[in-house]
């Protein structure tokens, strides 16, 4: 199959790995294309200068969108995902007559729920601030495109190089909730692994998956399996509840991609983060 990465960063340059590995082709673009692997056919593309893309091959099989905001805020969302979405409908409407698959990589952040509720796919969109709001539009856009699409819900991406609760520990400054916190996430190395068994599911395939590991985890007891991991103190209980910071304390079903075959390398927080600690893959900078 012919494989098209665009917004190649860490995520989609695995997954592009992967895709070469079980024999695909595979181009990419990317704003700095200098830092694509040798091995794909890397562009240096800005994605906010749609008159300045490349040509898309009219025999791509399969198109992967990981979008990142033009800046932090709502305006940077909307041009950084909203606005490329509708631009690559147009192009891909008019260029990919044959297009198996368009993933879009997504994230949980629209999805709603309070008090530890279960969470799947058929959860209604419940974005709770401004930028979540451009990703749930951003996400119907794509799903009104006509075009063949699976939308990958991510959960807390992590993995090498993505060490932020393991340096709060390392640093003393992790705090254990006095609330319910619960946490879903999902390795790097399971994230892409799901993207490219995804396409391999050609018509199989479900138009949206939740991608996060097996096991939602309250914030306390990772802070406290990552103290006793690095041999540190374990965190002190914070000194007031910081509830009302968080967007969501909901759980997350993955049961729809276990169920198409998918079996993750991290089912929890444990194995991934043991990985990380080991040192067993790196960060496609």
């Known amino acids: 199959m012919k494989i098209l990465l665009i917004s190649c960063g860490d995520v989609a340059t695995e997954a592009g790995l992967r895709f070469l590995a079980a024999g695909h082709q595979v181009t990419a673009w990317r704003r700095n294309g200098g830092k694509l692997p040798p091995s794909f056919t890397g562009h240096s593309v800005d994605l906010l200068e749609p008159e300045a893309w490349p040509e898309i091959d009219p025999e791509t099989d399969i198109v992967l969108l990981t979008p990142v905001p033009a800046t932090r805020d709502v305006d940077g969302y909307d041009r ?29 952040a629209v999805t709603g729920g309070t008090e530890g509720q279960w969470a799947n796919e058929s959860s209604p969109l419940a974005p709770t601030r401004p930028t979540s709001q451009i990703l749930a539009e951003t996400e119907l856009l794509l799903a009104d495109s006509g075009l063949p699409l699976t939308i990958l819900r991510a959960s807390g991406i992590y993995g090498p190089g993505r060490t932020r609760l393991i340096d709060l520990v390392r640093n003393g400054t992790a705090r254990l909730p006095r609330t319910s916190h619960w946490t879903n996430r999902i390795h790097r190395d399971d994230l892409a692994a799901a993207i490219v068994h995804v396409a391999a ?44 910071r968080r967007s969501a304390d909901r759980r997350l079903n993955n049961a729809r991609l276990l169920a198409s075959g998918f079996i993750p390398r991290f089912p929890s927080y444990r194995e991934g983060y043991k990985s990380i600690l080991a040192g067993d893959s790196t960060r496609h900078e």
């Open 80 to 108: 950084g995902y909203l606005q490329v979405a509708r631009r690559l409908v147009e192009t891909l409407v008019t260029s990919c007559p044959g297009l198996q698959r368009l993933i879009y990589v997504s994230s949980s």
């Open 201 to 244: 599911l050609g018509n199989r395939a479900e138009s949206l998956y939740i991608a996060t590991d097996s096991e939602p985890a309250q914030l306390a007891d990772v802070y406290r399996f990552l103290a006793e991991e690095l041999e540190e103190k374990s965190p002190e209980i914070e000194a007031e509840s910081h509830a009302s």
